[in-house]
T-cell receptor, first 112, second 114 residues
Framework: AQSVTQPDIHITVSEGASLELRCNYS??????LFWYVQSPGQGLQLLLK??????LVQGIKGFEAEFKRSQSSFNLRKPSVHWSDAAEYFC??????????FGTGTRLQVFP | DSGVTQTPKHLITATGQRVTLRCSPR?????VYWYQQSLDQGLQFLIQ???????AKGNILERFSAQQFPDLHSELNLSSLELGDSALYFC?????????????FGPGTRLLVL
């Protein structure tokens, strides 16, 4: 069955530090992969997505993610975190023609 | 602002009752998706409509139903509500049928069943 694992429930970093959020997926075919961010009381905003081609994907707000087929991973990175990046981050895989399967999310806390 | 609107923003009701959540997709989007976000289940896909027709079904209970109208807005009907139905319900929309398209999410409707 298709699934997405985000092993880190909660991550705390200092402002200006680098960030990596982990995501592993299980899916038989080539996946469509997404990272969404959810700020408190808000909906989900797309950060970036991977369909095919270049395995390093650039997104909004200075985020990037790298698709590694051999590791079934799609980790999200940012070289320098800002306090406004504090939010919950969800990795998702597009299954078949329609639905998204989401991971359980990683809550990011940023200290000044 | 994603362009997807949902009403109401908050809803408080009692067990056994029925509620209707409304979603208006982005202009030009033909697909509407419904998701449920709860503490114990996380974010789960419920159902997708494309241009008025049901296209895909996920973990949607029989007590729940949805439809998409000719003007493309969608409604999610939740009946015989239970305490466990308390959750954040998101609507999303995309241009076409899916196929890995970007889904744009609304702000959600927070449902509290007492």
């Amino acid at each position: 069955a298709q699934s997405v694992t985000q092993p880190d429930i909660h991550i705390t970093v200092s402002e200006g530090a680098s960030l990596e959020l982990r995501c592993n997926y299980s899916y038989g075919a080539t996946p469509y992969l997404f990272w969404y961010v959810q700020s408190p009381g808000q909906g989900l905003q797309l950060l970036l997505k991977y369909f095919s081609g270049d395995t390093l994907v650039q997104g909004i707000k200075g985020f990037e993610a790298e698709f590694k087929r051999s590791q079934s991973s799609f980790n999200l990175r940012k070289p320098s975190v800002h306090w406004s990046d504090a939010a919950e981050y969800f990795c998702a895989v597009g299954v078949g023609a329609d639905k998204l399967i989401f991971g359980t999310g990683t809550r990011l806390q940023v200290f000044p | 602002d994603s362009g997807v609107t949902q009403t109401p923003k908050h809803l408080i009701t009692a067990t056994g009752q029925r509620v209707t959540l409304r979603c208006s997709p982005r202009s030009g989007d033909l697909s509407v998706y419904w998701y449920q976000q709860s503490l114990d289940q996380g974010l789960q896909f419920l159902i997708q409509y494309y241009n008025g027709e049901e296209r895909a079904k996920g973990n949607i209970l029989e007590r729940f139903s949805a439809q998409q109208f000719p003007d493309l807005h969608s409604e999610l009907n939740l009946s015989s509500l239970e305490l466990g139905d308390s959750a954040l319900y998101f609507c999303a929309s995309s241009v076409g049928k899916g196929n890995g398209e970007t889904q744009y999410f609304g702000p959600g409707t927070r449902l509290l069943v007492l």
